[in-house]
């Protein structure tokens, strides 16, 4: 069983090409990809019967951009909480009511 295979130069990228490579190879049980448009619509076609999977590289991306996204919208509460946790330490010497 092969558990990977590297995509040449040579194998193309679009639409009806990719449908036809993928056809072309019936032991594909797996896609490996992106989010490229052109992959998720040939896959369907070329391998109805494959499971389309995330890489671990765009898995983290798409954490790493949910993460920013979220933390942006949500800076100022993020600061008021900082705030509210650390100043009444520092002003207590540490000693802050947990009640």
């Known amino acids: 069983m092969v558990t990977w ?14 449908s036809a490579w993928l056809a072309a190879r019936s032991s594909i049980a797996f896609i490996c990809r992106d989010r490229s448009s052109g992959y998720a619509e040939a896959g369907p076609i070329g391998a109805p019967d494959a499971v389309h999977v995330a890489d671990r590289w765009h898995i983290w991306k798409n954490l790493a951009e949910a993460v920013e996204k ?8 993020l600061r008021r909480t900082s705030v ?16």
Do not use: E, K
């Open 5 to 18: 295979a590297a995509r040449s130069a040579a194998t193309p990228h679009r639409g009806q090409a990719v």
């Open 70 to 77: 979220t933390v942006t919208r949500h800076r100022a509460c």
């Open 84 to 99: 509210d946790i650390l100043v009444p330490a520092a002003l207590t010497g540490g000693q802050v009511d947990a009640g």
